[in-house]
């Protein structure tokens, strides 16, 4: 009797505990949903420190000449990086294709050595791409899913996604530098005027009557791109020792880096030629980067052959 109570309660519990994770699986995001949410965040910081810029900024801080140049500097940025950002999303290159195991083993059936089979694309996939949940596809050499470019980074837009940090990294400088310059003018950080500049006294100064709103929302605005800096500078600094390293998000969390090369035969992979970086800073030209993303060379045949 006491048996048969004890299971009985042991599957109500179990029960409890099913449902309860049940629920908590439901009340997790969607992931286009995340998705979504980090585009527009992008796009409503893209377009607000634009105009904001362009329209309030540049011409109280710069007057003739100088304010035209400055305007056309920050055209040229914003434009750099939007070119950056869709150069960088869903790129169909990055799609593993049957055609890429017939460009190898043309009449090979099996899946090949070191390949695998995706069961969801129905597809043999070489080393170094993985499927993406997210995407839905499998990617070639796929160094990890980007919610702001709602894309997964891999071999084909691997160097539009540096970039895109790059110039994400300088525009935002630029905007944060340009907005304290303003607001410094009429609330002095150097003062007692510092204390404005955090939300919650600005937000209470703004009821108060204190602030104007457009001071109080700038002063918001700059908290948000200062935290946008921070975020982009450490995802930079992670995207730059991946290159260099010649590794994927994958190789570096599990430690294990198959497919290393030099730091030349890394950076090739990813700009086709080193030389070819400086007009990747420039705007981001089609150039021919080296290799495929299919075909990579083995660190252990490397190893062998010494
Ligand atoms: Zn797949
Ligand atoms: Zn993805």
Request: aromatic fraction near 18%; charged fraction near 20%; proline fraction near 4%.
């Amino acid at each position: 009797m006491e048996i048969r109570e004890r299971k009985q309660h042991e599957e109500s519990f179990k029960e409890k505990l099913k449902e309860k994770w049940q629920n908590r699986r439901e009340l997790t995001p969607k992931k286009e949903e995340a998705s979504q949410v980090a585009v527009a965040f992008f796009f409503v910081m893209f377009f607000l420190s634009l105009l904001e810029t362009v329209f309030v900024l540049l011409p109280t801080i710069y007057g003739g000449w100088e304010r035209w140049i400055m305007i056309g500097v920050t055209l040229w940025m914003f434009y750099t990086t939007l070119v950056n950002w869709h150069r960088s999303y869903f790129d169909t290159a990055n799609y593993v294709k049957p055609e890429a195991k017939e460009k190898y083993f043309p009449d090979t059936k099996e899946t090949p050595q070191d390949w695998k089979h995706c069961f969801t694309c129905q597809v043999d996939t070489p080393p170094r791409s993985f499927h993406c949940s997210y995407c839905g596809k499998c990617m070639l050499k796929r160094v990890h899913h980007c919610f702001i470019t709602s894309s997964c980074i891999g071999f084909h837009n691997q160097k539009y996604f540096i970039m895109f940090l790059v110039w994400s990294l300088a525009s935002l400088g630029y905007v944060i530098y340009h907005q304290l310059m303003y607001l410094n003018k009429t609330l002095p950080v150097d003062s007692a005027g510092f204390i404005l500049y955090i939300p919650p006294v600005t937000i209470h100064q703004l009821i108060m009557g204190y602030l104007s709103f457009g001071q109080a929302f700038l002063v918001t605005h700059v908290f948000v791109a200062i935290g946008a800096f921070i975020t982009s500078f450490f995802f930079f600094m992670w995207h730059l020792l991946l290159a260099v390293e010649g590794a994927t998000n994958y190789e570096a969390k599990v430690r294990k880096f198959p497919y290393k090369g030099s730091i030349n035969a890394n950076l090739k992979s990813i700009f086709g030629s080193v030389l070819y970086i400086p007009l990747f800073l420039i705007f981001p030209f089609k150039l021919e980067q080296q290799g495929d993303g299919i075909q990579w060379k083995l660190r252990r045949t490397h190893a062998k052959g010494r």
